[in-house]
Every structure is written in structure tokens, then in C-alpha cells.
């Protein structure tokens, strides 16, 4: 099930970056309030270690991201051949190569220097789906200065400040072209589709896998009032039982604040509607 090439001069030069760009997108400043965990000794706990390996037989979703439709070429026409793509064990420095001619944002390059870029996209995007960051994954930015609480005579609340820890992050993540990353998707689909066959997926189970996370993200709440905390032991946690029982994803979303989330938000939802349209007619 692979989509067919185009000639178009522009998914030549970025090929592969898709995926890992909606990786960058739906999960990048997630797992840098992860990354707190690392630099702050007081941070709402995830206990990711316990969540990733109670692995038990998943209801793997399925779902069909549409191919997108071949030019219709004539015999007056000529078709330049696209590029061959590499092979997936060889496609680090391809990539790589292509993220830089997408953007010259010094994070996002420090991003992906690291190896088996498109196993780590099918392994980050899997985790996503179940709602949950592998932040061990890509070694993306901390947050910037340190997570700070306050106390009165109601209790224990989340700083505000915190939320601006992440704006730089954003403005890398929220500067990319939604539209883009879908053809880019589609290019890429038969090393990203070789990618989730090694962890056992079929086609459409990576369809829908990928929808999914994209979900996990949409469904987070928007919460605009002040988050009150408790702190049973070393950990925060959240009071609010309903925030509490969110996935670890989506209250990671909480922790980087409502307009952030919501810049995440229209990015996954730009994607979403880009990669189940790629005529664009929507």
C-alpha cells in the first residue's frame, strides 16, 4: 500500500521529514514538560517507567489515511523521475539533509540528531496513541527556566509562569506548514509503513495509529483557571481527580497551558485535515 510519487520539485527536496515532523508536532513541548521530571526536583509526576512496560495484547486501531492521486500525464508530457527513496536503515542523513532545508530553527536540527529516526517516529507515534510520551525518544529541549508552585491558605497551586517555559519550543513547532507535512507524509509512506511493520503493523493499523495520537491530542482539556496541586509525598500531583485521570499525554498538555495547548491543537487538527484530504478540496 504505497502512495504514488509525484514529480512536484517540492516533495522532492523534503521526502521523508513528514512523520517526524508530525512526531516534532504532536509530541515535542509533551515531552519537554516530561523533561522537568530531569531539571526540577518538585514536578508533577508521570511514572512513565510503569506505564510503558504493562504491555498487554492492544486494541490496535485501524483506520485508512488516503493516498494521494496521481497526475493524470499525457503523451505530450514529460514526467522528471523522482528520487529513489533510501533504504530504511540508511535514511538518518536523508533525513536529516531535508530538515534542514525545511527550517534553519536550531532546535529543531538538535532534534533529530540521533539515529533510526523513522524507527523512533513509528516507536514515539505508537506510544502517543496509548497516550503516552517515550520521552527517551528524540532528544528534544527542556523547558526553560525552573517549575515553580505557590502556596496559600487554600492550598497548593500551579504558577502560571510556568506555561511561558515552553514558548520558544512553540514557536519552533507551530512555524511549520501543516499542508506540507502531510505530502511529505505521503512521499515518505513506504519507509514509515516499513518502520511500523517491524513493530508488527499493518498498513492500516498505522493509519490509524497515527490518527489516534492525533486524537489524544485534540481531546485534551483547555483549562483556563488556576490548577490547584497536592503533594502526598515528593511528587505533585494534580487535585482535581478529573485532570488527575487524564492520559499521561494530555496532562502533560495541561502542564504546558491552555494557549499553548491550543496552539498544539490547531496544529494536529491542521494536520489531521490534511493527511484524510490530500486533494486539499476541504
Known sequence: MTAPRTSNNTSKFILVLGTLASIIIVGGVL????????????????PEQNIVTAITEPDVPEASIPETVSAIVTANQVVEETPALPSLDESDSFVRKRVALMSNKDNLQS??????????????????SRGVVLSKIFPLSAPEGKFTTHRDEDG??????????????ILVLTSIDMKLMAQMFHF??????????????????????????LEQILSAPIIVEPIRLTRESVAYKFADPEIESLSPLQ????????????????????????????????
Do not use: C, H
Open 156 to 169: 497548593i497551586w500551579l504558577n502560571a509562569g510556568n506555561y511561558e517555559r515552553y514558548n520558544s519550543s
Open 251 to 282: 496532562k502533560q498538555l495541561v502542564r504546558s497551558g491552555p494557549e499553548n495547548t491550543k496552539r498544539i491543537q490547531k496544529q494536529a487538527l491542521l494536520l489531521k485535515n490534511a493527511l484524510l484530504d490530500p486533494s486539499g478540496t476541504s
Open 31 to 46: 515531552y519537554q514538560a516530561q523533561q522537568d521530571g530531569l531539571v526540577d526536583e518538585e514536578i508533577l509526576s508521570i
Open 188 to 213: 515518505s509512506r513506504p519507509l514509515i509503513e516499513r518502520a511500523f511493520s517491524e513493530l508488527g503493523y499493518q498498513p492500516r493499523q498505522m493509519d490509524g495509529i497515527i490518527l489516534t495520537a
Open 111 to 128: 532534534w533529530l540528531a540521533t539515529n533510526d529516526l523513522l524507527r523512533r517516529t513509528a516507536s514515539y507515534l505508537d506510544g502517543l
